[in-house]
């Protein structure tokens, strides 16, 4: 059975911190192409980050430059850096993991809010 769990949300002031941790269970996530997702309310979920299974990373226009996002394989743990955070970066975070022929998996997100 594969889970995502995600932990490290919380509430922030506007320009803090927050690292977020997904941690993955049944799946090696080293070959995942891995992601964090977020939606606000009345928004469409959109991509924030994602790393593939290479190392290549792919951020939204957004968010570059405020926000990290990087894996240990051995612990099977993807994270998000996120600095400078901004009150529009309030939503729920989810992880993701997809891979071709296999499909994707989503974990339960966890809240972020950024007081201004």
């Known amino acids: 059975q594969v889970q995502l769990v995600e932990s490290g949300g919380g509430l922030v002031q506007a320009g803090g911190s927050l690292r977020l941790a997904c941690a993955a269970s049944g799946i090696i996530s080293s070959i995942y192409t891995m992601g964090w997702y977020r939606q606000a309310p009345g928004k469409q979920r959109e991509l924030v980050a994602a790393v593939t299974s290479g190392g290549t990373t792919d951020y939204a226009d957004s968010v570059k430059g405020r926000f990290i996002i990087s894996r240990d394989n051995a612990k099977n743990t993807v994270y998000l850096q996120m600095n400078s955070l901004k009150p529009e970066d309030t939503a729920v975070y989810y992880c993701?993991?997809?891979?071709?022929?296999?499909?994707?998996?989503w974990g339960q997100g966890t809240q972020v809010t950024v007081s201004s």
């Open positions: 993701h993991a997809r891979r071709d022929l296999v499909g994707d998996f």
